[in-house]
T-cell receptor, first 115, second 113 residues
Framework: NAGVTQTPKFQVLKTGQSMTLQCAQD?????MSWYRQDPGMGLRLIHY???????DQGEVPNGYNVSRSTTEDFPLRLLSAAPSQTSVYFC??????????????FGPGTRLTVL | AQSVAQPEDQVNVAEGNPLTVKCTYS??????LFWYVQYPNRGLQFLLK??????LVKGSYGFEAEFNKSQTSFHLKKPSALVSDSALYFC???????????FGTGTRLLVSP
């Protein structure tokens, strides 16, 4: 049982480049989410999904796309990287309780630098 | 709207002393409250949660938290701190039926030997 896995661990991009951050979970969780962590700002929700084929925006969705074709995978796409997207990105998954996520299981994170 | 606040950026405590990390929240309905810990260069780990029931919740590594509805607080506590407890702690909340979790800005706990 690997839990939540993320690749890559580190990435450096140039402004304007695109890339996909991969996230997978093997716990059969319905709910998956992407956060970014910046100093002094805690974790901010980018996008989330409540099941295969269903995604929605979080607090800071601009510049990011997601899709959920399977229960296991939830990739995050940066369309045209900007220095403001330099951050640590975490993927998380959880089961559902009372119409929302229960405690979330987090991946190890991807540290992204945009030059 | 739902929100959460961690009023202290850092808490310093000596090993063996009790520790408290503060969290207050705001929701319209019933809160679902969570505490997470983050060690350097790691993802967040779940510590404990309050959904319903007893106001005192026990979690991993000897931590506990007290839900106080009148003060809208969910402070994290431990009777005797360890140096290995030094880490970044996050409080999170969501309202009933809401699909988004809101995180606080985090409190750094430093436990000195």
């Amino acid at each position: 049982n690997a839990g939540v896995t993320q690749t890559p661990k580190f990435q450096v991009l140039k402004t304007g480049q695109s890339m996909t951050l991969q996230c997978a979970q093997d716990m059969n969780h319905e709910y998956m989410s992407w956060y970014r962590q910046d100093p002094g700002m805690g974790l901010r929700l980018i996008h989330y999904s409540v099941g295969a084929g269903i995604t929605d925006q979080g607090e800071v969705p601009n510049g990011y796309n997601v899709s959920r074709s399977t229960t296991e995978d939830f990739p995050l796409r940066l369309l045209s990287a900007a220095p403001s997207q330099t951050s640590v990105y975490f993927c998380a998954s959880s089961y559902y309780i009372s119409g929302g996520p229960a405690e979330q299981f987090f991946g190890p994170g991807t540290r992204l630098t945009v030059l | 709207a739902q929100s959460v606040a961690q009023p202290e950026d850092q808490v310093n405590v000596a090993e063996g002393n009790p520790l408290t990390v503060k969290c207050t929240y705001s929701v319209s309905g019933n809160p679902y409250l969570f505490w997470y810990v983050q060690y350097p260069n790691r993802g967040l780990q779940f510590l404990l949660k309050y959904i319903t029931g007893d106001n005192l919740v026990k979690g991993s590594y000897g931590f506990e938290a007290e839900f106080n509805k009148s003060q809208t607080s969910f402070h994290l506590k431990k009777p005797s701190a360890l140096v290995s407890d030094s880490a970044l702690y996050f409080c999170a909340v969501r309202d009933t039926g809401f699909q988004k979790l809101v995180f606080g800005t985090g409190t750094r706990l430093l436990v000195s030997p």
